[in-house]
């Protein structure tokens, strides 16, 4: 079984970086780390692994998702990747385990739509 967590993760930070959590985002961005922390968690929920092991594997994804926010700056909640951003987040959260496990290949119409305004944003700042 490949881990596509940290791909997706890192994905994310990518997608957000330099822009930010607060309120709905922060809400967005929490949902989205409790669904892949489930995801994780219930694919490996029939092998035999040890206690150590579990609690390794979700102190790991704890502090992946605490990471991702920190690796981003704010954004006021008027700026207009905030919304985009809310909708990407929530998006990917409403996914289910099987399509999280191949998010490079899956794309969600809101995250599509974010990136294309992150680019274009990002553009007319350089």
């Keep these: ?5 940290p791909i997706l993760l ?13 309120d709905d985002l922060t809400d967005a961005s929490d949902g989205l780390c409790d669904t892949i922390r ?3 968690l219930e694919a490996v929920a029939g092998q035999d ?13 704890t502090n992946s998702c605490a990471e991702m ?6 954004v006021p909640a008027n700026h207009k990747l905030y919304q985009p ?10 996914l289910s385990c099987q399509q999280l496990h191949r998010a490079g ?3 969600t119409p ?5 990136e294309q305004m992150a680019k274009e944003a990002s553009a007319s700042q350089q």
């Design 10 to 22: 890192a994905s994310l930070v990518f997608m957000l970086s330099g822009y930010s959590f607060a």
């Design 110 to 114: 809101e995250c599509v739509a974010y």
């Design 69 to 74: 926010r920190s690796q981003v700056q704010a």
């Design 38 to 40: 489930t995801c994780a």
């Design 85 to 94: 951003a809310v909708g990407c987040l929530r998006s990917m959260a409403s």
């Design 49 to 61: 692994l040890t206690g150590e092991l579990r609690q390794g594997m979700a102190s790991v994804l």
């Design 1 to 5: 079984m490949i881990n596509t967590t």
């Design 105 to 107: 290949e899956v794309k």
